[in-house]
């Protein structure tokens, strides 16, 4: 059986979000399927612009197919379109010219899934908002699964993936809200879908001690991990986090870890540490008391669930729907609305090391059951299982 | 975490009750909400007010912005004292017919988008009346089949009308025969007792003559 994975971006380089998602499911479903990936040749997440060159390379043992995209984004146009169809009364037709601009806009992608799709058993299409997933559902809606990574933003609510929704033959969702939520917006509950989420590769080991040497971290912290920007709720948090040390007063440092684009404020709790090798990360995260997730837009949080792989409390932001669910799921953390709240729950956190020890080890329990590759794989397989049961029954 | 280092917190901040055999992160946090909310609404009202504005006092000058020398500060009061003469420095720098030819452009492109858009406009208006009028036409067809349809209908409905009071005065007239069959019936059985009874009578009789007769 041949599966071809299709997302907007994929390489080495790129270490986050649906991206690694679905690299790390390709190179781990290699060992069932014969597998290749599909995508562009794109970089750079705001413009989308052509980086790299070959169009078919050979990355951990994984076949890449490569295409050109045809126009770079333009991030002003595109901000003047979508500011339009999330605020005005609007035509599909603009939508879908929201979607162009959205992009990646790679035609030739669609193009080759259409004149080659006798070669796939399945399509699996990660990413349900950007331009790849949209057209090819649409091309090959018979053989499509589709991993949405939706949040819950204006984007799930715009007409043109009401109808997107009903087309494929199987969901793989990351979480019971995203299910939820997409089964609300577009009423497919017949379709068969699964909450699968993704696995977390753990380095065998991290030399925890000598990266807090050498980053000159001495006492005790929290840690962020991942993009800092406001989309992320960074803001908030500094504002929170300075807040409650000008308050309490409390021994605690802040580690913020990843790349930033937004202005860090400069004071002596606050240590940004920018962008780290994955031991690196794997080592600050062990040396923490928690980890923070001030993030309002999740659909899985890789990083909650490398919190919880090394029985690490969390502390979400529970305007996220996510996030909050997980954490109650899990019971591996407490989450906050306000400063009242986060000031609580940290205080909570900090004091109360038996507390932090349960939900540790609750975390690590959750993790076990849903999100060792074992256990995604099974769910992968079962989804493949089910839908050619249904082909044989046709 | 050392003892030593930690802040203390009263023993009334530190009332939540977990229960670690069985931790329920909903029950701990509903116990942080009632908590909170417990609080005088003045108190939690200036703590979000004051975190809101007080950021950015809280927050020192950005990390990534150089520290500001005695050269810097010199140079933000000038540009402060130069700012309300800009639009002369500006003049004088800038040729005026340089910036007069950049504003007739805009505003020549600008008239130029509104004309595309008010031909754009008058194509939109004249579609939507031609819609309007095929609309129309469409509605008066409908009308016209509909009020023929109602015609007929209230025709059936006055047939019906009739049959039903033909109905109702055939079910009165049955109504009153069966009355006057029933008393015709009582009556006749009366007069058959009547009759029994003479006759039973006439028997005895009979029989006190027969003796009289043969005795």
Redesign the interface.
């Known amino acids: 059986m041949k599966i071809a994975f299709v997302v907007q971006r994929y390489g080495m380089e790129i270490n986050g979000g649906a991206e690694l998602h679905c690299r790390w499911i390709a190179e781990h479903m290699k060992k069932y399927y014969e597998v290749e990936v599909l995508t562009t040749k794109a970089y750079d997440y705001i413009t989308w612009e052509n980086y790299y060159l070959d169009d078919i390379e050979e990355i951990n043992g994984v076949l890449v197919r490569r295409f050109p995209v045809a126009r770079p984004r333009n991030p002003m146009r595109f901000g003047r379109i979508q500011q339009f169809v999330f605020h005005h009364e609007h035509k599909i037709d603009d939508e879908l010219k929201w979607l162009e601009e959205e992009g990646p806009l790679a035609p030739a992608l669609i193009k080759y899934i259409d004149q080659h799709r006798a070669d796939y058993d399945y399509f699996i299409f990660f990413s349900y908002r950007y331009y790849h997933s949209y057209w090819g559902i649409q091309t090959v809606p018979e053989k499509s699964i589709l991993v949405p990574t939706a949040e819950h933003d204006p984007v799930v609510y715009l007409r043109i993936f009401k109808e997107l929704f009903s087309l494929p033959r199987a969901f793989i969702y990351n979480s019971e809200e995203e299910k939820n939520m997409i089964q609300r917006v577009a009423n497919n509950s017949h379709i068969l879908g699964k909450v699968v989420g993704v696995g977390i590769e753990i380095p065998s080991s991290w030399p925890t001690q000598q990266v807090l040497e050498q980053r000159g971290i001495a006492s005790?912290y929290l840690v962020y991990i991942g993009r800092i920007d406001e989309n992320k709720g960074c803001d908030k948090l500094?504002?929170?986090f300075?807040?409650f040390k000008?308050r309490?007063?409390?021994?605690v440092k802040l580690v913020l870890v990843g790349s930033t684009k937004l202005?860090?404020?400069?004071?002596p709790d606050l240590i940004?540490l920018g962008f780290v090798s994955e031991e690196e990360k794997f080592a600050i995260l062990q040396g923490a008391?928690l980890l923070i997730m001030p993030s309002f837009y999740e659909s899985l949080s890789m990083v909650t669930l490398e919190a919880w792989a090394l029985e690490k409390p969390v502390l979400a932001n529970a305007h996220c729907e996510v996030l909050q669910g997980q954490?109650?799921r899990s019971?591996?953390?407490?989450?906050y609305e306000?400063?009242?709240?986060f000031e609580?729950?940290l205080?909570?956190l900090?004091?109360?090391?038996?507390?932090r020890e349960?939900?540790s080890q609750?975390g690590r329990r959750y993790f076990e059951s849903n999100y060792t590759w074992e256990v995604i794989e099974q769910k992968y397989n079962y989804i493949i299982s089910k839908l050619e049961e249904e082909k044989e029954n046709k | 975490?050392g003892e030593d280092?930690?802040?203390k917190?009263s023993a009334e901040?530190?009332e939540?009750k977990?229960d670690?055999e069985n931790?329920?992160?909903?029950e701990?946090?509903n116990q942080?909400?009632r908590?909170?909310a417990s609080?005088p609404a003045q108190e939690?009202e200036q703590?979000?007010e004051?975190?809101r504005n007080?950021?950015r006092e809280?927050?020192?000058?950005?990390?990534?912005s150089p520290p500001g020398g005695l050269r810097s500060k010199i140079r933000r009061i000038l540009l402060k004292l130069m700012r309300p003469f800009a639009p002369l420095i500006k003049l004088m720098v800038l040729p005026v017919d340089e910036e007069l030819r950049e504003t007739v452009e805009n505003l020549d492109y600008s008239n130029r988008r509104l004309d595309g858009l008010t031909e754009r406009l008058h194509q939109e208006l004249s579609r939507i009346d031609q819609i309007l009028g095929r609309l129309e036409s469409k509605i008066d067809l409908n009308h016209q089949l509909v009020n023929e349809r109602l015609e007929l209908a209230f025709k059936d409905l006055g047939r019906a009308k009739e049959y039903t009071k033909l109905l109702h005065q055939l079910t009165h007239n049955l109504v009153v025969e069966m009355t006057k069959l029933k008393i015709e019936k009582d009556h006749l059985k009366i007069q058959s007792r009547i009759l029994e009874k003479d006759l039973a009578f006439l028997n005895r009789r009979e029989k006190e003559v027969e003796k009289k007769v043969f005795s």
């Open positions: 005790d500094f504002q929170y300075l807040k000008e309490t007063n409390y021994p202005t860090i404020p400069h004071h940004y008391l954490c109650q019971q591996g953390g407490l989450y306000n400063y009242a709240e609580e729950t205080k909570l900090l004091e109360d090391d038996k507390l349960i939900l609750n | 975490m280092k930690k802040q917190f901040e530190m939540i977990i670690y931790i329920d992160v909903e701990i946090m942080i909400k908590k909170i609080r939690i703590q979000e004051e975190t007080d950021y809280t927050i020192p000058p950005p990390l990534t």
